[in-house]
């Protein structure tokens, strides 16, 4: 009744039309990264190191996170299992984890900026992660709770299967990829300080994959009611936030107010985001009434993240 | 250098192409799961010796029986229902609230659901996906699409993050990992209940050895009355047995006979104790009880809509359910 991964119809051999979004993902990211350091030798040889070294370190990294942390793999965890990679069963976080290491060991090989490395590869992961989102749409991932809500289920962004209809959270999870790709080049062209264009997708991607990681239903990676990305795209963004605001009150003259107020109002949205989960799982308000609740608490930290980041560009570019 | 570079470019858009052939899904295939859970298990499982032997009701039913999958119930009879109960030839569902003083100024409201059918095939199981699959669904669209006359949440399976866990579906085996410290409910072929306190292992042995067949078991309890006999909750049971929770359980009153009570307080936090919920129903004439998942998971589904304070917006989607169905329908 439920496909768990459409195999693609080709005679002799089996390919998986997520596998397939996946490599379409990469090839789109590589020739990013490419396009985007070609102009500077020694990045342009750190991008060839990149993308070499993230297929395999993403790869690894996504199948070892998933292993260890999912509960459902937990009792037949064994290195054969763990080797046996055709069951499924990926962590989209360890593959990025996985490619921000490669980027790093890349500058290093080519004797390249690594934080500059990092920067040309945000744009590039958010690409890949389009088609890796869209591919999702080939499997069991990337679906809501039942909806509720009448407009929402006779919508394309709706999915119905024999009992309930389900939002297809991969599609706003690819067009929030897409709209963070093109932010990311827009911010790389304006020639900002080295860092922050990786800042600012650890901040926003963290944010925004947060509230996507809620609306997600599918059973991955989940401990009992505790979905493990949600908890690790939460740390993604307060750390970024953290490491802003530490940076900014290390900056002379950089004013200490917005990096206090920042950390302070981090730390207070991080409980009322486990509250409004709570909200949206037993309250009988509205679930887009609590969703937009959602967004108006995670839209503060992402605000004072950029303000931050705003400013840090200002006084770190000058000095 | 820029030749090199430009190969090392090529050889990682090359690589890229074994991703088709290798990466099936993000998600853990639900059959892959099923085997290596039955390939790790089968090679911890023990043997027994000891038997045990359960008296069953034998059922003669005067319709075609449902057959033993998941296949949905017979269409019901809406002139069969009314505000409060259900009727046709094969099933009775009568259902009543009553409040109950449970501690000083603390008032709960009880949902019991008493349920008579004509043979064992009526008392089933459905689940939102694939057996073994974490899908989820709504209970209430679950029970419509099966027909059922009275569902209720089961233990919500899927949610369990240990998976060790004994669980049958319509005699489908999902997991057979008895969990040392979870009280198990068998329901076998003529639907009776037996409870197997903190899973025993030999005991769940003897009892298949003894021609029993397995055809919904669920791990999760406490058991709340065995064989008659009022159980002492353990006091370190999981889930808060000594907080004032809602809480849902499942019993069974004579051959084919059955009760379903639902606690709920008056906020969606309020509830009683589990040894509260076993008095319950052993005050209602319950020979075996069960505890199953509380809290927003406890749901109780009659003709379309919940007896019992819950609205959509609120239900919590779950893997499965427990329910009951007609015979007597086209």
Redesign the interface.
Known sequence: MYEDAVILPVPGARIYAYGLMLALGCWLAIILLWRLSSRHERLSRAAAFTSLLALPMGFALARAMYCLLDSAFQPILTLRNLLNVHTGGFAMYGALLGAALAALIGARLAGANKMRMLDLLSPALAAFLVPARLGEGFTTLGISRPLTTSWLTDSFLASRDAYDSYLRTYLLEAATALILAVFLIRMLRRNVKEGLVFSSFCLLYGVTQTLMESLRYDGHLRYSFVGVQQVLYAALFALTIIYLAVRLLKTPGAGKALPVLSIVMTAAILPAIVGIEFLIDRSELGKLFSYGLYLLALAIPGALGILMLKKGDRIWTKS | ??K???L??A???L???A???????????????YH??E??WQKEEDSSALSWLIPSAAAQPALEPLPMDFSPGRPLDPAGFTAESYEDESIRVQLETRELEAGKQHVVRLRIATITITDPSQLRTAT???PA??????VS??AQ?HNAALALSANYL??D????SFEYRMGVRIRK?PNRIKDLLIIDENADFHLFIKSNAKEIEAFEDAGHTIVNAFTFGPALIKDGVLLTIDKNYGYNPHGKEPRLAIGQLAPLQYIVVLVEGLS?RDGVTQQELAQILFDLGAIQAFNLDGG?SATLVFNGGYYQDK????E??QSDMIYFASLAGE
């Open positions: 250098m820029k090199t570079t430009t090392i470019l050889l990682a858009l690589i890229s192409l991703l088709p052939f290798l990466v099936p899904s993000g998600a853990l295939l639900d059959e892959a799961n290596l859970l390939e790790r939102a996906g694939k699959s974490s899908k989820v669904a709504l669209s679950m699409k899927s949610h993050p240990v998976k060790t990992k969606s927003n609205t959509k917006s609120n919590r989607a």
